[in-house]
T-cell receptor, first 110, second 114 residues
Framework: SQQGEEDPQALSIQEGENATMNCSYK?????LQWYRQNSGRGLVHLIL?????REKHSGRLRVTLDTSKKSSSLLITASRAADTASYFC??????????FGKGTKLTVNP | EPEVTQTPSHQVTQMGQEVILRCVPI?????FYWYRQILGQKVEFLVS????????KSEIFDDQFSVERPDGSNFTLKIRSTKLEDSAMYFC????????????FGPGTRLTVT
């Protein structure tokens, strides 16, 4: 079964720095999505990248996808304290379900 | 901005009791989902629902679980006889159409089984 696995598991940076999180998966996918979860809260959809796309931008977010390496990265530029959260990648391969990774816990220190 | 809502935010129940978790998906979305997240673990898919029937379910979604869309707005998850290991955060999600892949999640219901 496919799995999204993020690394690092935890990342601590200073406000204004960039944060990069990586995700690897095992099988072919239709798309890969990134979600944010604030502590104890719901999942907020951030960005979706399709299997035929290599890079996508949304505001301060930049996502890349390398299907040959079965990996994706999420870059948050000019981070803010409010970006502190857990970030999950989730893959979809044609079935209805999203398969989530374990997440990266990002702490942005003011 | 439209959002998925869930009630209650926290439910405490005794082992063996039935619970119903409620969700109001985004209006005019057609696909509905339940996921759960045991504390400290991954978010896991439970079931998807489309056109008034289950379209896909996971191994977790056994006979103790059922889903229903009793009217045009609510989407419920019922656990018939709760077990301690059912304690988790349960998320409802909805998606608009077959061409739109983004799933929008509710804030979750924290279920505690004692």
């Amino acid at each position: 079964s496919q799995q999204g696995e993020e690394d690092p598991q935890a990342l601590s940076i200073q406000e204004g720095e960039n944060a990069t999180m990586n995700c690897s998966y095992k099988t072919s996918i239709n798309n890969l999505q990134w979600y944010r979860q604030n502590s104890g809260r719901g999942l907020v959809h951030l960005i979706l990248i399709r299997s035929n796309e290599r890079e996508k931008h949304s505001g301060r977010l930049r996502v890349t996808l390398d299907t040959s390496k079965k990996s994706s990265s999420l870059l948050i530029t000019a981070s803010r304290a409010a970006d502190t959260a857990s970030y999950f990648c989730a893959t979809r391969n044609g079935s209805e379900k999203l398969v989530f990774g374990k997440g990266t816990k990002l702490t942005v220190n003011p | 901005e439209p959002e998925v809502t869930q009630t209650p935010s926290h439910q405490v129940t005794q082992m063996g009791q039935e619970v119903i978790l409620r969700c109001v998906p985004i209006s005019n979305h057609l696909y509905f989902y339940w996921y759960r997240q045991i504390l400290g673990q991954k978010v896991e898919f439970l079931v998807s629902f489309y056109n008034n029937e289950i379209s896909e379910k996971s191994e977790i979604f056994d006979d103790q679980f059922s889903v229903e869309r009793p009217d045009g707005s609510n989407f419920t998850l019922k656990i018939r006889s709760t077990k301690l290991e059912d304690s988790a955060m349960y998320f409802c999600a909805s998606r608009w159409t077959v061409d739109i892949d983004e799933q929008y999640f509710g804030p979750g219901t924290r279920l505690t089984v004692t």
